[in-house]
């Protein structure tokens, strides 16, 4: 299935911008994280924000809304 041209334009930018926001988020995160735990060393930081972005609170199995399934699906 060959793309037009325009629409390739248009997923590259849906994907900066979802990369930006997703580094945005990082950041805002280790923050947080910053201002709840001021005497933790950078490396401290870095190992708490690994360990939220792993297993953040309310996301464990992704963040979309249904049940979890094993991944590759199996075919039928």
Do not use: C, N, Y
């Not at 334009?9 to 994280?33: F, H, N, P, S």
């Not at 996301?59 to 809304?65: H, I, L, N, P, S």
């Not at 249904?66 to 039928?76: I, K």
């Amino acid at each position: 299935m060959e793309r037009r041209p325009e629409q390739a334009v248009k997923d590259a930018t849906r994907l900066k911008t979802a990369l930006e926001l997703q580094r945005t988020g990082v950041a805002m995160m280790r923050q947080t994280l910053r201002r709840r735990f001021p005497s933790d060393s950078d490396v401290e930081i870095g190992h708490r924000l690994s360990a939220w972005l792993q297993a953040r609170p309310g996301a464990e199995f992704g963040d979309g809304v249904g049940r979890p399934v094993a991944w590759p699906r199996p075919s039928r």
